[in-house]
């Protein structure tokens, strides 16, 4: 007969769905620019992002997810397409734990060309509903662990001198405080073929972040990434340092994924083609 050991690690599946998403798989979910995936390791649920909160409980009801079961809520940084579902996951869920860098609860904001700001960080109703409803709330500054096998990386360094942020955002109405973006941050599990890595947006640089995960694993190799890599205005020499990186960190599976950006996933398409996959809404993976 097993060991408890050996039973325990037998069970030890990690089963990630996309909820939501820039694009819908045709199964009857509806699209949204916006990032949520539902993490079951079979012990526990957790949600990763909620997108804006128009597609959540549609998809889930479609994919058949119980939101309801939700123990934690993990938030890869403050902006709206990955908050805006939160007050629906605390209304469902029976006061989940909630892990997010105190910066996502900042005001955040974009500038256009013209110097016109709007507002895209957590809706200030939702603030609420986590003060109101959440259970307890971890600010995750450092590496924290969720859950057997699931932990979340806390502020990611910056360590390549190509990656940006990516786009003109602030911490101010008036545009002159750049968003340094210390609230983002990415969820890794270990699997049986490697580090799997969940991503927001990756505003920290998707290379920043695949960096700093391998240091907290010890160099273990990455087995998948999935989730927004934000490249969207990303420069040529940018791009191709990106394409150098992922070549030498060589993940087995790439699911670029929301704010990826279109040219920037036609290019990694094109670059891995062996390793690329769509993660739409309604995609569903099992990790051992
Ligand atoms: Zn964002
Ligand atoms: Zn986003």
């Known amino acids: ?9 037998m069970r030890k599946k990690v089963k990630i769905s996309v ?8 199964d009857g ?10 993490i ?3 012990a526990t649920q957790a949600i990763f992002d ?5 597609a959540l409980l549609h998809n889930a009801r479609i994919m058949g997810v119980p939101l309801e079961q939700a123990e934690s809520v993990i938030l890869s940084h403050g902006h709206f397409d990955h908050t805006g579902g939160l007050k629906t996951v605390l209304h469902l869920a029976r006061n989940p734990k909630v892990y997010a860098h105190q910066a996502a609860f900042q005001p955040k904001f974009a500038c256009n060309e013209y110097g016109q700001s709007r507002a895209i960080g957590m809706p200030a109703m939702i603030e609420k509903s986590v003060r109101k409803l959440a259970g307890d709330i971890f600010f995750t500054t450092r590496p924290t662990q969720i859950a057997d096998p699931v932990f979340v990386t806390g502020e990611i360094p910056r360590v390549t001198d190509f990656e940006d942020t990516g786009g003109p955002f602030f911490l101010d109405e008036g545009c002159i405080e750049d968003d340094p973006f210390l609230d983002d941050q990415a969820l890794f599990f270990e699997s049986s073929k490697g580090i799997v890595v969940l991503l927001g947006c990756a505003h920290a640089g998707v290379i920043n972040t695949l960096l700093y995960i391998q240091q907290l694993t010890h160099g273990k190799p990455i087995h998948a990434v999935m989730g927004g890599m934000h490249l969207l205005s990303a420069s040529r020499k940018r791009m191709d340092k990106t394409i150098e990186y992922l070549t030498r960190i060589n993940p087995d599976l790439l699911g670029s994924a929301h704010c990826t950006g279109s040219e920037a996933t036609v290019e990694l398409w094109e670059a891995f083609s062996q390793k690329c996959f769509p993660c739409p809404a309604g995609t569903s993976i099992e990790f051992d």
Do not use: K, L, P, Y
């Open 19 to 26: 909820i939501v998403e820039n694009t819908a798989g045709g």
């Open 1 to 9: 007969m097993a060991s408890f050991r050996q039973e325990f690690q």
């Open 50 to 54: 909620t997108g804006q909160g128009g």
């Open 29 to 38: 979910t509806i699209s949204e620019h916006g990032m949520c995936f539902w």
């Open 40 to 42: 079951d390791t079979g």
